[in-house]
Nanobody
Framework: QVQLVESGGGLVQPGGSLRLSCAAS????????MGWYRRAPGKQRELVAT???????TYASSVKGRFTISRDNAKNTVYLQMNSLKPEDTAVYYC?????????????????WGQGTQVTVSS
């Protein structure tokens, strides 16, 4: 019912910036919240940032002050602006969202993941 497609990953030098995008498509009534997770090599997936429809945001302590999550509700797209990147930010970044959709005669709520986009911070 919901497809999440990420873009914007790549290779960047330490101190550089990248902007990730995640566009949601499909048949859903609402999508909220939207957020980003990441999985570094040899580590578990961790929360990076989330954005709710009301504008509230949460950040992992490791990225606070360097990363900014934003959202374009008209486009059902969430962004992650990453500044002052460090080698330890190297990971596959995944978009995640909760969505409500209508099927049959009822509404359902599901959680969805994108395919991931690689971010590598290295000199």
């Amino acid at each position: 019912q919901v497809q999440l497609v990420e873009s914007g990953g790549g290779l960047v030098q330490p101190g550089g910036s990248l902007r990730l995008s995640c566009a949601a498509s499909g048949s859903f009534r609402s999508i909220n919240p939207m957020g980003w997770y990441r999985r570094a090599p040899g580590k578990q997936r961790e929360l990076v940032a989330t954005h709710a429809n009301g504008g509230s945001t949460t950040y992992a302590s490791s990225v606070k002050g360097r990363f900014t999550i934003s959202r374009d509700n008209a486009k059902n797209t969430v962004y992650l602006q990453m500044n002052s990147l460090k080698p330890e930010d190297t990971a596959v970044y995944y978009c995640n969202a909760d969505a409500t959709y209508y099927s049959g005669s009822a509404y359902y709520r599901g959680n969805y993941w994108g395919q991931g986009t690689q971010v590598t911070v290295s000199s």
